[in-house]
């Protein structure tokens, strides 16, 4: 379902836990990390395909969640055509999306990456709030930088840290004044394979960065 500028009506979940980190999912058979997302079907509301998404992706129910906040307007990005399968080329043009920011109130244990027959995961982690953009694929940037400057003024104050989104090269400073650096992101370390459906949480004190971010071609979910 597009509209009539060839955008794909879609959610965005950002998944807090109670440190207010993020959950980030690596997508399957590949090394790219992003947050869940996934198209809103014909009759669906947002919030509804939200809820869906949310299942089909993570396996969590709504009970499991309680919405802090989404924003106010459609956030679009447009995919380069080297990205689009050769059938959508020409009709589709990319994503407007809607972003939600859940509150997980279970345990995480919850956390199901194998909840449908067609899983997008094969791993997870949590991460800091403020994910570094160079991670990210590069045509999704943009909006990942509105979504979560839009959504960040609903954490709590003491969590409204440093915006650090672009760099991968540059620091995080710490809220307390004259704490030591550390890594923007601790990703998976370069050869390491899990096995799907597994869960990766590396040592915090690691300085491993992740690898190569492979953008597969997409499809218009």
Do not use: C
């Amino acid at each position: 379902m597009l509209d009539r500028e060839g955008f794909r009506p879609n959610v965005g979940i950002i998944l807090l836990n109670q440190r207010n980190q993020v959950f980030w999912g690596k997508r399957i058979r590949s090394h790219s990390w992003q947050f869940p997302q996934g198209g809103i079907d014909r009759g669906e509301t947002p919030e509804q395909a939200m809820y869906r998404e949310l299942h089909e992706e993570v396996g969590l129910m709504p009970e499991h969640v309680s919405i802090v906040a989404r924003t106010r307007d459609w956030l679009r990005y447009e995919v380069p055509d080297r990205f689009i399968r050769r059938d959508a080329r020409g009709h589709y043009k990319g994503q407007k999306q809607i972003w939600y920011l859940l509150r997980l109130v279970a345990h995480d244990w919850n956390l199901n990456l194998r909840a449908t027959s067609h899983p997008e995961f094969d791993a997870w982690r949590w991460h800091d709030y403020w994910v570094p953009l160079d991670v990210v694929v590069e045509f999704k940037r943009g909006v990942y930088e509105m979504a979560l400057t839009e959504l960040a003024r609903y954490l709590p104050r003491n969590d409204q840290r440093n915006r650090f989104l672009r760099g991968g090269t540059r620091a995080m400073r710490h809220a307390d004044e004259g704490a030591a650096p550390q890594s923007p992101f601790m990703g998976m370390p370069p050869g390491l394979e899990l096995p799907p459906g597994a869960s990766f949480d590396p040592d915090p004190q690691s300085e491993l960065r992740s690898p190569s971010i492979q953008t597969p071609s997409v499809h218009p979910k």
